[in-house]
């Protein structure tokens, strides 16, 4: 339920709703709008009433909310949420890039990809410090030297940096050195974490579940807002399908059905998407082109020595390339009435 105020209620009777709410055993969540406020009502055991909160002075609407998810969903919050990490805005109708090398392998290799991505037009860096590795006996990552090196890069480069939050054990010291705390694809459904990602005061970025469903992605996006935490930004990275001639299937109108049924910025990870590099270009436009808010894209400046998914990473030139051509997409797309399109 979704109780909108009228644009001239007071706060009295703000409060009164809020307190009416309570005394049913329920959260009531404040959300204010440009116009008037509305108040989202969570944790309640089963369907509520519209008519009763229609008695209330200042009440002008009480919607029931159709969807399981509610903080994330377009029902409680039309706007488009814009996260902003430093002068980096993601969600603003903008294309922002990501990019950097799937692991932080020392501070020689990651400052190196960081100038050459940065050149080139990405406006953050990515790199793991603890990485999801399939076999215990494949390069782990540097841990919390990784993490030390994530921010010389951010204070050489002026880059803000995004890394991966493993587990519970690691989450608070990368909360400490990350501008944007990634939640790997094999972790959405790990409900602690999430919690924990709830409480974080740093944007999250959370990838698509390696099977997961839209409403399992978006309940799981739930988790951290229904914490505290509205800075989320969603990845799309791909799923796993019966198809070998790449390593996942990239689902691009999963973006359009995220951007109609969420008010979260959405964005694109082709290279996990394809495990190739041939593909991650043209992935990448086609992202853009959909109407992402920005691509994650990993790039090497050697990566057949690469200690993960070298085959996956572009080449510096390649990066170069792929920025041009994704730049001039967005550009096409560049229309203020898209947000309205995103809805409709
Ligand atoms: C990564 O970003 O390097 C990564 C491990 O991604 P995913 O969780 O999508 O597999
Ligand atoms: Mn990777």
Redesign the pocket.
């Known amino acids: 339920m979704l109780v909108v105020m009228s644009k001239r209620a007071t706060p009295e009777q703000i409060d009164a709703v809020v307190a009416a709410i309570e005394a049913k055993g329920c959260t009531a969540r404040p959300i204010p709008g440009g116009q008037r406020v509305a108040i989202g009502v969570l944790h309640n055991p089963g369907a509520m009433d519209a008519a009763y909160f229609m008695t209330f002075p200042g009440v002008k609407d009480a919607i029931p909310v159709t969807r399981p998810y509610k903080l994330v969903s377009r029902e409680f919050q039309p706007k488009n949420t814009v996260v902003r990490i430093g002068d980096v805005s993601i969600g603003d109708g903008g294309l922002s890039v990501i990019a950097g090398p799937?692991?932080v392998e020392s501070e020689t290799q990651a400052l190196t990809i960081a100038r050459l991505v940065r050149q080139a037009g990405a406006r953050m860096f990515?790199g793991?410090a603890f990485?999801?590795r399939t076999s215990p006996y494949s390069f782990q990552g540097l841990g919390e030297e990784g993490l030390k090196i994530l921010a010389r890069v951010r204070e050489e480069t002026g880059l803000p940096v995004v890394t991966?939050a493993l587990d519970h054990e690691v989450f608070d010291l990368v909360e400490r050195y990350a501008d944007i705390i990634?939640i790997?694809?094999?972790n959405m459904q790990n409900y602690t974490l999430l919690r924990r990602a709830g409480r974080a005061r740093k944007p999250v970025l959370l990838?698509r579940g390696l099977s997961a469903t839209i409403e399992e992605w978006l309940m799981a996006a739930e988790y951290i807002l229904e914490g505290g935490n509205p800075q989320v930004i969603l990845?799309e990275?791909g799923v796993r399908t019966f198809a070998h001639h790449s390593r996942n299937t990239l689902d691009l109108s999963a973006v359009r059905v995220v951007m109609k049924e969420s008010h979260l910025p959405v964005i694109v990870?082709p290279s996990?998407a394809a495990g190739r590099r041939d593909q991650v270009i043209p992935l990448s436009r086609a992202a853009v082109a959909v109407g992402a808010s920005g691509l994650?894209v990993?790039v090497h400046h050697a990566p057949e020595e690469a200690l993960?998914?070298g085959a996956q990473s572009l080449y510096p030139e390649q990066f170069d390339e792929l920025c041009r051509q994704v730049q001039a997409i967005s550009e096409v797309f560049r229309d203020p009435r898209k947000d309205q399109a995103a809805r409709g």
Do not use: T
């Open positions: 799937c692991a990515r793991g990485k999801p991966e990634q790997g694809a094999r990838k990845c990275r990870d996990h994650m990993e993960s998914d």
